[in-house]
T-cell receptor, first 114, second 114 residues
Framework: GDSVTQMEGPVTLSEEAFLTINCTYTATGYPSLFWYVQYPGEGLQLLLK?????DKGSNKGFEATYRKETTSFHLEKGSVQVSDSAVYFC?????????????FGSGTQLTVLP | DAGVIQSPRHEVTEMGQEVTLRCKPI?????LFWYRQTMMRGLELLIY????????DSGMPEDRFSAKMPNASFSTLKIQPSEPRDSAVYFCASKIDGGRGGYTFGSGTRLTVV
């Protein structure tokens, strides 16, 4: 079945450090890929997305590139801020066939220290 | 648009009581999803609807759980009778078919069964 594997957390960084959170996927078709962010006590918010190979999604300084050859969608940010502290979820969905649901990774807790 | 609206935000109930969670999707979205989030199991899809019709309820844990979508603007998730292991955050999400965008999540209902 379809699945998403994320880097184990928690991740603790100092402000202005470089961030990478690894995400790889397994899918039977051609998925769309997403990163969602969940701040404490809140719901999930879409951070960025990519719908086909070699697409780069970007938002708020975060970037991720859809790599079909390595089935990966790693999240990066060049300089993190304390306000980036949250849980980050990688997810996929297939838009063909009957499946429409999002399949999530386990989430990666990020803490940024001042 | 007000986004996906869930109510209540918090619910504390005694074991054995009936609990009803509510969701209003974004107008025009034809898919609605119910997810459950726990520390142990992460985000789990419980059920999803397309045009008010349940499509996949294989994630519903047992017969104590039921979900309905009587019209395009309202859905309920009911647990009867509730048990302490049902304690979790329940999220509702909606999306529009054909779009390659992400899903929009509500803020969730934090359920505590004592």
């Amino acid at each position: 079945g379809d699945s998403v594997t994320q880097m184990e957390g928690p991740v603790t960084l100092s402000e202005e450090a470089f961030l990478t959170i690894n995400c790889t996927y397994t899918a039977t078709g051609y998925p769309s890929l997403f990163w969602y962010v969940q701040y404490p006590g809140e719901g999930l918010q879409l951070l960025l997305k990519a719908t086909k190979a070699d697409d780069k999604g970007s938002n708020k300084g975060f970037e991720a590139t859809y790599r079909k050859e390595t089935t990966s969608f790693h999240l990066e940010k060049g300089s993190v801020q304390v306000s980036d502290s949250a849980v980050y979820f990688c997810a996929l969905t297939l838009l063909s066939g009957s499946a429409r649901q999002l399949t999530f990774g386990s989430g990666t807790q990020l803490t940024v220290l001042p | 648009d007000a986004g996906v609206i869930q109510s209540p935000r918090h619910e504390v109930t005694e074991m054995g009581q009936e609990v009803t969670l509510r969701c209003k999707p974004i107008s025009g979205h034809d898919y609605l999803f119910w997810y459950r989030q726990t520390m142990m199991r992460g985000l789990e899809l419980l059920i999803y609807f397309n045009n008010n019709v349940p499509i996949d309820d294989s994630g519903m844990p047992e017969d104590r759980f039921s979900a309905k979508m009587p019209n395009a603007s309202f859905s309920t998730l009911k647990i009867q009778p509730s048990e302490p292991r049902d304690s979790a955050v329940y999220f509702c999400a909606s999306k529009i078919d054909g779009g390659r965008g992400g899903y929009t999540f509500g803020s969730g209902t934090r359920l505590t069964v004592v």
